[in-house]
């Protein structure tokens, strides 16, 4: 699944009159890129949720063939759901046995999603998120085995779940890398009527993390890009152009 509902808003004024999926980096659009990349690790069976602007990704798909994979389109038109809302809306689109990835359309990486994709089929994870050391203020907090127990916001000080006894020397502070794998078992934890409409997956993962098993995949950051805003787009028009 591509989540390419976004609004866009940091990149203003090039999403004032298109979908943020669709600006370009180095002469191919975000969503391209992402749809190439899922192709290529032998994904072809495709959701992306829109919302603003979304008329345009369905015409610019339609245009490409789709780019010879199956895509299906969750229509978020109406309501913008947020990410863990827009997973839950999709579910009938991602009914299956099988685990199933989820990319932000504004992240462009290096990463096998190949090997990612095999590392949680070979794991008991519920969910295994990409992680990486870049400096931020929000952080989640993995155990020695990188298996989620909290998250932070060094800016406010801000710990959930609030009884958890950190700082502490007993987790590390990872970023979340906007790339996941989630088994279907993960959706009888959004039974709750709390995860219900428009709802962030972070805080959805950081509560059910006592129980579910949400594991972190720690990587490089040096070829990992959110093109959702100016500097780093910039900063990834340099390095796909030199490719």
């Not at 690790?41 to 063939?65: K, S, V, W, Y």
């Not at 929000?138 to 009884?163: A, F």
């Not at 993960?186 to 509560?207: C, L």
């Amino acid at each position: 699944m591509i989540f390419a509902a976004g609004l866009g808003t940091r990149l203003r004024p090039l999403t004032d009159n298109m979908p943020k999926a669709l600006v370009p980096v180095a002469g191919k659009t975000m969503l391209e890129r992402v749809i190439l990349k899922l192709k290529d690790a032998g994904f072809h069976d495709i959701t992306i949720n829109i919302h603003h602007f979304g008329g345009q990704i369905i015409d610019f798909l339609r245009a490409n063939q789709n780019f010879g994979v199956d895509i299906h389109i969750s229509d978020e038109r109406g309501e913008l759901l947020d990410t863990g809302g827009g997973i839950k809306k999709a579910r009938p689109l991602l009914e299956s046995n099988e685990p199933f990835l989820i990319h932000n359309a504004d992240i462009l990486t290096d990463l096998d999603l190949n090997a990612f994709y095999h590392h949680h089929l070979e794991s008991d994870a519920d969910a295994t998120l990409l992680t990486n050391h870049r400096k931020t203020s929000r952080y989640l907090l993995m155990n020695q085995d990188n298996r989620l127990c909290g998250w932070t916001n060094l800016s406010t000080g801000e710990v959930l779940p609030k009884e958890l006894d950190y700082p502490s020397d007993h987790y590390q502070l990872q970023a979340f890398g906007c790339v996941h794998v989630l088994s279907p078992s993960i959706f009888r934890y959004m039974k709750d009527e709390r995860w219900t409409g428009k709802f962030s997956i972070i805080p959805f993962y950081v509560d059910i993390c006592p129980e579910a098993r949400i594991q972190g995949f720690p990587i490089d950051s040096e070829n990992w890009f959110d093109v959702g805003k100016p500097e780093t787009l910039a900063k990834a028009e340099a390095y796909y152009a030199s490719l």
